[in-house]
């Protein structure tokens, strides 16, 4: 585990990136999706080999959501999500800054904006995240990861949506 002395000194990674998904299902059914709990919960958890340990959903404008859980390794490793939603508009569009916690370090700060389009009769979701790296993790090494680890949540979110379990 980093101790706070060397995040601090750490430089500072910087990235940004953009994945859009089509949805055969209108936007208020992906918006719903992502804005209650009992099918978030569905598409939005760690991979296999991690177990959760707790997590919380309030969407709204100055709501919050949590999501915490672990790897049990070897090595073991902690994960903490939490967000705070600054512009919600119902079937249309997300606006959240969230933090990454890695065994208790502050891993990355990111803005994410999720747009949900309508798309004749389904909807093109349109994700943008711009991230900062506050631990030292290069931009070349942390945004294709952390590119990869949401392309696999909205693949949850498809199979959710087309009716497969997940």
């Given amino acids: 585990m980093k101790n ?19 949805y055969p299902v209108p936007p208020e059914r992906v918006f719903a999706a992502w804005a209650e709990p009992a099918l978030k919960e569905r598409w ?17 404008e100055g709501g919050s959501e949590t999501l915490n859980g672990r790897f049990t390794g070897p090595p073991p490793l902690d994960t903490r999500f939490t967000a705070r939603y600054h512009h919600v508009l119902p079937a249309r569009r997300l606006v959240y800054i969230y933090d ?14 999720v747009e949900f389009l309508p798309d004749g009769t389904g909807t093109l979701q349109r994700f943008h995240e711009q991230v900062a ?6 931009a070349d090494k942390g945004v294709p990861s952390r590119e990869h680890g949401t392309a696999v949540h909205l693949d949850c979110l498809a199979t959710l949506l087309a009716g497969g379990q997940q």
């Fill in 133 to 138: 790296f506050l631990d030292g993790t290069t």
């Fill in 100 to 113: 990454m916690h890695l065994n208790g370090t502050h891993h990355s700060a990111s803005l994410a904006t």
């Fill in 44 to 60: 939005f958890r760690g991979p296999p080999g991690w177990e959760l340990d707790g997590r919380s959903l309030d969407l709204r």
């Fill in 4 to 22: 706070a002395s060397h995040v601090a000194s750490a430089p500072i990674f910087h990235g940004s990136f953009v994945i859009e998904r089509r």
